[in-house]
């Protein structure tokens, strides 16, 4: 990080969005431009308000919440309804990484909206709403530049660089209109099809980027981070219900193999895969286990027929062409009081009890190097994890993988806790269940998706090195007691 | 015309090779770009005897061909009459055969004329300032005319471009395009004067160049035919003059599109380090950029058939943290418009990209196709050297430029550029680029190595 810093001072010159070139997080601002959100001014930049700050809050909220809460979690087969505000993810990569670091400010009036932003959740298009939101962030940076950006281009092959920052002493004028897409980095150039800036060339935020979505008591946040230039991640949420009616909410996370072609669309196709297949056959009354184990193999039959496709990009990358497209999966599903699990590969599921005095648990086994290394007791767990070959992975979803084996387990949690679902983006920066316990915000359980906020931002916070991605199930116990279980906080 | 030039024009499709991973502080950017060009409507080289289209044809008025035909073109052959021709009597007997050979493949309805070059030129068929449209009649009568070529006088190619440049200019086609050929030095006029004639020529017609026997001098006609984006070759035997000017003249009927250009876009801060064709032979087109427009330049690429060419693009980006991604250069085909007016049109494009890593394993690997042309490159460079070292004296400057020579042709499967390699060395090894000079050298062989030494191999897929 820190050699990155002086390379990113460049980039971030050219940022005025970024109130702080030398600091650590610049990377970030300059990569995604979070300016572009539609969270209106934010009081500070403070990366990690992760556990110092929520505590104070939830004594207060806790008790009326609570009373809140219950409903929406049984409620979960209504839940459907709200894919609405499930529209908003794609307009929530604008927003994104803003969202990250945000702190509680505004938990307290619109618990639902933080993530998006209240102007999105009516419009997926987000691009449209971003200038009528923008107006009382950084929004000076944004217009001055427009004006120049006329003006630079001209000649100005030599150092422009140093002349975008500057401008920031303009006053803010809505010069972006609507539908202008102006490069988050330079801030002058326009942005053309292929998504470049048409004065800079930086690559502009894409949609993968950063992607949130909520769905009743269920929420995935998934970050590109810090240090990889593309989302190689993915992840599906989705409820519906048994046939006995009761509620089953499902979550997965994929993780692609970098060192496959199109990882990126293994991961997506294996998230979509899994899921659709456990939306068909829970509601035929599956059982979850059985079910999520016959997810994942529709996920890997998807993952191998991407390995026939021609690829999709144009880029002729040698070292990655030999490779079919690959990813881990991760699922978990929570129905008729069970807590399923199912894996393949290194991503994981943690179990944090909403009482902390509670133990926390992983709930899977990685199919990884470092994981043989210990199961095999050659090894300790720290060495393991501290060799460079820990990440080695010998399970995957893909055509080149040699025998597919599922794992899936069952759990029927005595109490109510959340169910962290993540990939090694995250679990890098929390390895044992007690470090992701306490990166898990107290009130997560309410809030999932600002709790998986909260945990992207601690992975960003701790280097950000690979892309990030949770999704945060909140489990309560039974119905009636829902209520007080919370409560017991 | 605008209508019909744009129906006629192949498709182009632009392929990127490079490998966009850089590491920490990584500023060069390296990219191979395929062009290919396929399906213009034409026979791809093979002459058209369009009996249907030439009846009916009113002389004097242009015979605009027809639908499904190829697109105008205008040829102007150049042949050596100096009073050397007649040393041995064979050339000059042959370069009338060979012109004769050419005239004979020029599609019905093509413009054409013969200049004769000695210290000034003369268009000695049809001989009015005009050009001649070629038809059973006019081809026989052109053939006449070659047969009172005779030789003596001295060497101005400079003259003989620029009349061919006045004929090719008069003519309202698409395709304008000389052949050349000479058996000496150009003696009979300054270097400048020469120089001022290609500069003058670039642009407005495409030249292919020979040189017929061995006392002509190589640097010449390969200047000629890069300036004017053709080939060039040797012809050592005037016996295969007549099968070389047919080659020469079904390529030029092959051409669909002439004055296609290769634009390079680049953001801003980014530098162009060069910019190369690299197949099928090695031509730096990195000082022959015209602007057009803000951080845009234009290189000449000349007419193109049914051909694909690879082009070498190497610019240096600014430095950008791990996770950074920008676009490094933005690479199109462009076509003017024809009327000079309006925006060109976009034929295909490309992009090269850059992406920061700290993934080594990426960033170190080398893109294969860069890795090749870097080393034809470097071929075409150690040869030039090689001979250059040789004719200076520098012997072992010779043998060790030549010996790595060797070494990447045999190495990269550049086999007809080995086989020339081999009649100026002897090759004790050639993995290692271990060679010895040979005593004797035919003058034919060094000047044949020369002139093709910018001859490149693609790169096995």
Known sequence: MKMSESHQQPALARCPGCEEPPASGDLYCGACGYDLSAVPARPDDRPTLAITVPPAVPPAPAPSPAAAVPPTAPHAPDAPTPPAPAVQWPAASETDSSDVPVPVHRATDLPGTDSGGKPLPATPGAHHDDPPTTPPVRHDDRAVVAEPATAVPPDASGDFALAAPDPRTAEPTPTPAAGTKVCVACRSGRVDPDGYCENCGHAQPRERDHMEQELGSVAAVSDRGLRHHRNEDSFAVSSTALPDGSPAVVAIVCDGVSSASRPDEASAAAASAANEALLESLPRGTHPQQAMHEAIVAASEAVNALAQDPPGSAEHEAHRHQNAPACTLVGAIMAGGLLVVGWVGDSRVYWVPDDRTGPPARLTEDDSWAAQMVAAGLMNEAEAYADERAHAITGWLGADSYELEPHTASFKPDRPGLVVVCTDGLWNYAESAEEMAAAVPPEAHRRPLHGAQVLVGHALDGGGHDNVTVALLPFAVEPQGAGSACTTV | ?461
């Open chain 2, 1 to 461: 015309m605008a209508n019909f030039s744009k129906s006629n024009v192949p498709q182009f499709s632009v392929e990127v090779y490079q490998n966009a991973f850089l590491p920490e502080g990584g500023r060069e950017v390296n990219a191979i770009v395929t062009v290919t060009s396929t399906g213009g409507g034409t026979t791809g080289g093979i002459p058209l005897p369009r009996a249907a289209a030439s009846p009916g044809q009113v002389p004097g008025y242009g015979p605009g061909p027809g639908p499904g035909q190829g697109p105008s073109a205008a040829v102007v052959l150049m042949v050596d009459c100096s009073g050397s021709m007649d040393y041995p009597p064979t050339k000059m007997r042959n370069a009338r055969d060979a012109t004769a050979a050419a005239i004979d493949t020029l599609r019905e309805g093509t413009r054409f004329a013969v200049v004769a070059g000695t210290h000034v030129a003369k268009d000695v068929y049809p001989g009015n300032g005009q050009l001649a449209v070629a038809d059973a009649r006019t081809k026989a009568q052109a053939k006449e005319a070659l047969r009172r070529l005779s030789a003596g006088g001295g060497t101005a190619i400079g003259t003989w471009l620029r009349l061919t440049d006045r004929l090719l200019g008069a003519a309202d086609v698409d395709i304008r395009h000389g052949i050349l050929l000479t058996d000496g030095r150009n003696e009979h006029e300054a270097p400048e004067d020469l120089r001022a004639a290609l500069d003058s020529c670039a642009g407005r017609f495409t030249c292919d160049a020979r040189g017929v026997g061995t006392d002509w001098e190589v640097k010449e006609v390969t200047s000629i035919a890069s300036a004017l984006l053709g080939t060039a070759d040797i012809v050592a035997d005037p016996a295969g003059l007549a099968a070389d000017f047919t080659q020469m003249m079904e390529n030029a009927m092959g051409k669909e599109v002439a004055d296609v250009a290769l634009r390079l876009w680049t953001p801003v801060g980014v530098e162009i380090r060069f910019v190369k064709q690299v197949a099928p032979t090695v031509e730096d087109l990195t000082g022959r950029r015209t602007e057009a427009g803000p951080r845009a330049g234009d290189y000449p690429t000349g007419s193109w058939g049914d051909e694909s060419r690879d082009y070498h693009v190497c610019v240096l980006v600014p430095e950008a943290g791990i996770g950074q991604e920008m676009l490094a250069a933005r690479v199109s085909l462009i076509l003017p418009d024809p009327s000079g007016a309006g925006a060109p049109q976009v034929l295909s494009q490309g992009l090269v990209r850059a992406v920061w890593t700290d993934d080594m394993v990426a960033s170190t690997s080398i893109n294969p196709q860069v890795a090749h042309y870097t080393g034809q490159a470097e071929l075409a460079q150690v040869i030039q050297q090689g001979l250059d070292a040789r004719k200076s004296g520098d012997f072992d400057g010779a043998t060790a430029k030549l010996g790595r020579a060797v070494q990447l042709a045999s190495a990269s499967g550049n086999q007809d550029t080995a086989k020339l390699l081999s009649k100026v060395v002897d090759v004790v090894d050639a993995a290692t680029g271990t060679v010895r000079l040979k005593a004797k050298v035919a003058e034919a062989d060094e000047m044949t190595l020369e002139t093709r030494s910018t001859k490149t191999v693609r790169v096995k897929k």
